[in-house]
């Protein structure tokens, strides 16, 4: 009885390795610089295979409204990291790079991330939230260098997410 007594009153005591609850919006916050593509999203069908990507390009720093593929239709280049439901929905999106650096993926959703470059996954060197009240549920960084990429989502219990790639810091060009 008292539990629900304390949550009523925000008095629980905070439990280590769980995540703080999010605040309720009240409107729509305004989303960091380096995300600034995120609130003019256009929209485009993620790929389902790998020979499709030719009309699922993204651009760094444009966010992007994506209709993904039932899970089961899409063609991955590599496993994801975490097996998806079987309901769930994925997808692939072509990108280049051109200068090193990081870069950040940003979601609306919840969905595995993978970037890949020739079959093999890229390590991601950090991950977390997104600031409150932005629409951005979830951020992935990852260094990369010159080349061309493959964004994999996968898992995703929606059949559109946002995506945006951007640039976090640039080294210069050699």
């Not at 610089?33 to 993620?46: I, N, T």
């Not at 994506?66 to 994925?90: E, V, Y």
């Not at 870069?103 to 970037?115: F, I, K, N």
């Amino acid at each position: 009885m008292l539990f629900p007594i304390l949550a009523a009153f925000g008095l629980l005591p905070s439990i280590p390795g769980q995540a703080a609850p999010r605040p309720a919006c009240t409107a729509p916050a305004p989303v960091p610089r380096e995300l600034a593509g995120w609130a003019a999203a256009r929209p485009l069908k993620a790929a389902a295979r790998a020979t499709q990507l030719g009309t699922a390009e993204i651009e760094v720093g444009v966010g992007y409204r994506l209709a993904l593929a039932p899970q089961a239709q899409a063609t991955l280049p590599i496993a994801p990291g975490k097996a998806p439901a079987a309901d769930a929905s994925g997808g692939l999106l072509g990108f280049t790079v051109v200068r090193a650096g990081r870069y950040r993926v940003a979601l609306g959703a919840g969905a595995w991330v993978e970037v890949v470059q020739n079959g093999q996954a890229r390590p991601s060197v950090a991950h977390g939230h997104g600031p409150d009240c932005t629409g951005i549920r979830k951020m992935v960084d990852y260094d990369l260098t010159p080349g061309r990429y493959i964004l994999q989502l996968s898992g995703s219990p929606q059949a559109g997410v946002t995506v945006l790639l951007a640039a976090l810091d640039q080294r210069p060009s050699a």
